[in-house]
C-alpha cells in the first residue's frame, strides 16, 4: 500500500542540526512531487518545503528558508529535510506529504517529532 | 502571502445534523491555469491529517458523500450533511494556488 515514513526527529538544543528522512513505498516516487508539513504542540498546520518530482525546483518557506534544505534520491525512494540552526520555534512534529493530482496533498505520513530546547 | 481564515473556529454540533465551516482567502484562488487549488483536510486526535476534497469540490478517495466542498475566488465551505461520530476532529482549509501554501487556523468540530 501507499507509504509514507519519516524518521529522525529527537530532542536537540538550539543552534544545532537535525535530519529528517522520509520513505516512500507503494507507488513510483519518482512521479511525484513532495513536501514536508509541520504541526507545532498544539498549533495548526504550516507548510515547510517542497520539491519537484525530478528535483528540479524547491521552494521554502520564509521561516525557514536559509536554514533548513529539502533533497531526494529517487533510486532509494527517499527524501531528506536537512534542518540546521534549529530554533525553538522549530519545535514541531513534521510529515512528510506527497502532492498529489490537482495539488492535493494526498498522502501523509505518521510524522517524526522534533524538539528544540535547552 | 495568502492568508486563509476560516469560520467558526469550533463547532458544538448534534449527531446527524448539519455541519458548515467556511473559509475565505486573502486573494482570489484561481490559477493562470483556470483551477482554483482549494483544498480540505480532516485531523483526528493524534492522527496526521487526511485530504478530504481537493479542487473546491472534488472529494478525494474513499471519503463519504456526506462531505461537499463549494465555493470560488475567495469564499469557499465545507458541509458535512450528517455528522457522524468519526467526523470530529479538526478541519483545515489549504490553499495550494501559489507557493507559499498556506492553511486555515482549523476548526474544531466536536458532538454536543
Known amino acids: 500500500q501507499v507509504q509514507l515514513v519519516e524518521s529522525g526527529g529527537g530532542v536537540v538544543q538550539p543552534g544545532r542540526s537535525l535530519r529528517l528522512s522520509c520513505a516512500a513505498s507503494g507507488f513510483i516516487f519518482s512521479n511525484f512531487g513532495m513536501h514536508w508539513v509541520r504541526q507545532a504542540p498544539g498549533k495548526g498546520l504550516e507548510w515547510v518545503a517542497v520539491?519537484?518530482?525530478?528535483?528540479?525546483?524547491?521552494y521554502y518557506a520564509d521561516s525557514v528558508k536559509g536554514r533548513f534544505t529539502i533533497s531526494r534520491d529517487n533510486s532509494k525512494n527517499m527524501m531528506w529535510l536537512q534542518m540546521n540552526s534549529l530554533r525553538g520555534e522549530d519545535t514541531a512534529i513534521y510529515y512528510c506529504?506527497?502532492?498529489?493530482?490537482?495539488?492535493?496533498?494526498?498522502?501523509w505520513g505518521q510524522g517524526t517529532t522534533v524538539t528544540v530546547f535547552s | 502571502d495568502i492568508v486563509m481564515t476560516q469560520t467558526p473556529l469550533s463547532s458544538p454540533v448534534t449527531l446527524g445534523q448539519p455541519a458548515s465551516i467556511s473559509c475565505r482567502s486573502s486573494q482570489r484562488l484561481v490559477h493562470e491555469d483556470g483551477n482554483t487549488f482549494l483544498s480540505w483536510l480532516h485531523q483526528r486526535p493524534g492522527q496526521p491529517p487526511r485530504l478530504l476534497i481537493y479542487?473546491?469540490?472534488n472529494r478525494f478517495s474513499g471519503v463519504p458523500d456526506r462531505f461537499s466542498g463549494s465555493g470560488a475566488e475567495t469564499d469557499f465551505t465545507l458541509k458535512i450533511s450528517r455528522v457522524e461520530a468519526e467526523d470530529v476532529g479538526i478541519y483545515y482549509c489549504m490553499q495550494a494556488t501559489q507557493f507559499p501554501w498556506t492553511f486555515g487556523q482549523g476548526t474544531k468540530v466536536e458532538i454536543k
Open positions: 506529504v506527497r502532492w498529489g493530482n490537482d495539488r492535493a496533498l494526498d498522502v
Open positions: 479542487k473546491i469540490s
Open positions: 520539491i519537484w518530482h525530478d528535483d528540479t525546483d524547491r
